[in-house]
Nanobody
Framework: QVQLVESGGGLVQSGGSLRLSCATSQFTLENYAIAWFRQAPGKEREGVSCISHSDGRTTYYADSVRGRFTVSRDNAKNKVYLEMNTLKPEDTAVYSC???????????????????WGKGTLVTVSS
């Protein structure tokens, strides 16, 4: 079974920072756009960021995180990162990464075309 693994979640105070990682040992992430989603209790899943395949020249941020979150990729390490700064209590959610083969993050619905999903990592922001 193909696995994407997220790490880096945890408890942080409001205004703090966390860096999430998305990795797999089973395939080359370089060929995939990687999207980050989050789901808070009782809320729908939200696509928060995306980075296109290969050189990652295209990125996407939801309005709710633009200017605070930065997505990047290190193809040599086969990892994608989501740097989250100035965190707010409303950022509390389970964050998941997902892979879209040769994706370009242009779809209005980031979940369309996803090939693999991670199980998620919990981010809790205390006020």
């Amino acid at each position: 079974q193909v696995q994407l693994v997220e790490s880096g979640g945890g408890l942080v105070q409001s205004g703090g920072s966390l860096r999430l990682s998305c990795a797999t040992s089973q395939f080359t992430l370089e060929n995939y756009a990687i999207a980050w989603f989050r789901q808070a209790p009782g809320k729908e899943r939200e696509g928060v960021s995306c980075i296109s395949h290969s050189d990652g020249r295209t990125t996407y941020y939801a309005d709710s995180v633009r200017g605070r979150f930065t997505v990047s990729r290190d193809n040599a390490k086969n990892k994608v990162y989501l740097e989250m700064n100035t965190l707010k209590p409303e950022d509390t959610a389970v964050y998941s990464c997902a892979a879209d083969l040769f994706g370009d993050c242009q779809d209005d619905d980031l979940s369309r075309g996803i090939d693999y999903w991670g199980k998620g990592t919990l981010v809790t922001v205390s006020s």
